[in-house]
């Protein structure tokens, strides 16, 4: 029988291929990451903010990017930019259509961002679910609703029975007044009247000059600007919002939820669709179509920022707040899972609105 030629490789040989295949690949796979890398080298990342300057959205803002631009690699330069108009509109529809998806360009905006896009808001042309989101450093929040001892409206009964309570707020719309619209509804006033055109250190003094009954302040302000307030006992809590559900300031644990006061299905998922807008915070977001390599370095810095041991006292620093942070993908699910039904938009929409208060 004449010679064959074998056609196997002998396993040694076989090996030695594998492993510079191997090789080869991982090489190339270091080298794409180590160029996105290189890509923000000596770049320059324009954060848009959706709001003034010097306001609490500029202060978050600052407070987070202070501390990111450190874990980018590339060390880029980070600059802030104002686009303040319609609520800040102006700069998620800029992000969403004018932005370069390169990821030099990323938006921060307060929980209107996604408020306006669900609720069906003039103006809004940019679509929520195709954003990536970085995250958001405030989330958490304990929303009280107070009156004056003065008042007299020192129990439920007597709030409820009461006509025309006076309930301090700052604008039509503005997150304050749209919370004590909340509240009243549950709790089921008679008729409250809503005094607009404060700032919130101007909504303490209205109560303290007897210019308005009542207010909605978070806990965390209550302790800062008015713990006096609570130890004097110059204050009747009534009711609180816990966002998010179940975790409460243990300064204020024996407050009744507002979630107790709710009797419908629709009441509830009005609960649920507030809680999604406040857990949103300030979110930091991407244009669609950032490549996916640029776009996991900037999340990948931003869930280090969440993580570093000094991020909480340097955002507790410039905003005087404390950090709540909220990680990209716990912030996308919130978002994903928001009531959107139309008759849930229609009732907030109502209670965001100046109209007399809808019936139950």
Same mark, same amino acid.
């Given at each position: 029988?004449?010679?064959?030629?074998?056609? *196997?490789?002998?396993?040694?040989?076989?090996?030695?291929?594998?492993?510079?295949?191997?090789?080869?690949f991982l090489n190339l796979g270091a080298e794409g990451t180590f160029a996105q890398t290189l890509f923000f080298q000596d770049k320059t990342i324009t954060v848009i903010l959706g709001g003034p300057p010097a306001g609490s959205a500029d202060l978050r803002t600052r407070a987070v990017i202070n501390m990111w631009r450190r874990?980018?690699?590339?060390?880029?330069? !980070?600059?802030?930019?104002?686009?303040?108009? $319609?609520?800040?509109?102006?700069?998620? #529809?800029?992000?969403?259509?004018?932005?370069?998806?390169?990821?030099?360009?990323?938006?921060?905006?307060?929980?209107?961002?996604?408020? #306006?896009?669900?609720? $069906?808001?003039?103006?809004?042309?940019?679509?929520?679910?195709?954003?990536?989101?970085?995250? &958001?450093?405030?989330?958490?929040?304990? *929303?009280?609703?107070?009156?004056?001892?003065?008042?007299?409206? &020192?129990?439920?009964?007597?709030?409820?029975?009461?006509?025309?309570?006076?309930?301090?707020?700052?604008?039509?719309?503005?997150?304050?007044?749209?919370?004590?619209?909340?509240?009243?509804?549950?709790?089921?006033?008679?008729?409250?009247?809503?005094? !607009?055109?404060?700032?919130?250190?101007?909504?303490?003094?209205?109560?303290?000059?007897?210019?308005?009954?009542?207010?909605?302040?978070?806990?965390?302000?209550?302790?800062?600007?008015?713990?006096?307030?609570?130890?004097?006992?110059?204050?009747?809590?009534?009711?609180?919002?816990?966002?998010? =559900?179940?975790?409460?300031?243990?300064?204020?644990?024996?407050?009744?939820?507002?979630?107790?006061?709710?009797?419908?299905?629709?009441? =509830? =998922?009005?609960?649920?669709?507030?809680?999604?807008?406040?857990?949103?915070?300030?979110?930091?977001?991407?244009?669609?179509?950032?490549? =996916?390599?640029?776009?996991?370095?900037?999340l990948d810095a931003m869930r280090k920022t969440f993580s570093d041991p000094e991020f909480s006292k340097e955002y507790h620093k410039i905003s005087g707040e404390t950090a709540t942070p909220l990680t990209a993908e716990a912030l996308e699910k919130v978002i994903r899972e928001l009531p959107r039904d139309a008759a849930v938009?229609?009732?907030? #929409?109502?209670?965001?609105?100046?109209?007399?208060?809808?019936?139950?």
């Amino acid at each position: 029988m004449g010679s064959t030629v074998s056609r *196997y490789m002998p396993v040694d040989s076989m090996k030695t291929i594998v492993a510079a295949a191997v090789l080869v690949f991982l090489n190339l796979g270091a080298e794409g990451t180590f160029a996105q890398t290189l890509f923000f080298q000596d770049k320059t990342i324009t954060v848009i903010l959706g709001g003034p300057p010097a306001g609490s959205a500029d202060l978050r803002t600052r407070a987070v990017i202070n501390m990111w631009r450190r874990h980018i690699p590339g060390n880029p330069t !980070v600059v802030m930019q104002y686009m303040a108009a $319609g609520g800040g509109r102006q700069a998620a #529809n800029h992000i969403y259509k004018v932005a370069k998806p390169d990821g030099l360009t990323i938006g921060s905006m307060g929980a209107a961002l996604v408020a #306006n896009a669900v609720l $069906g808001e003039p103006g809004v042309q940019y679509d929520i679910d195709k954003f990536t989101y970085l995250g &958001t450093p405030d989330s958490a929040q304990q *929303y009280l609703f107070i009156t004056h001892r003065d008042a007299g409206l &020192t129990n439920l009964e007597k709030l409820r029975a009461t006509p025309s309570v006076r309930i301090g707020a700052q604008s039509v719309g503005h997150p304050i007044y749209i919370t004590g619209r909340l509240f009243a509804y549950l709790i089921g006033m008679k008729e409250p009247k809503f005094v !607009v055109g404060f700032t919130g250190p101007e909504i303490d003094i209205a109560l303290a000059r007897r210019e308005a009954d009542a207010r909605v302040n978070t806990g965390d302000s209550m302790l800062r600007r008015n713990r006096d307030w609570l130890e004097k006992g110059l204050v009747d809590i009534h009711a609180s919002i816990e966002i998010p =559900k179940g975790e409460r300031h243990p300064r204020f644990t024996q407050v009744p939820d507002l979630e107790t006061f709710a009797k419908a299905d629709r009441e =509830k =998922k009005i609960l649920d669709m507030f809680r999604a807008f406040r857990l949103a915070g300030q979110n930091f977001f991407l244009p669609p179509g950032v490549p =996916k390599e640029r776009a996991q370095i900037l999340l990948d810095a931003m869930r280090k920022t969440f993580s570093d041991p000094e991020f909480s006292k340097e955002y507790h620093k410039i905003s005087g707040e404390t950090a709540t942070p909220l990680t990209a993908e716990a912030l996308e699910k919130v978002i994903r899972e928001l009531p959107r039904d139309a008759a849930v938009v229609e009732l907030f #929409n109502k209670l965001a609105g100046a109209d007399s208060l809808p019936a139950r």
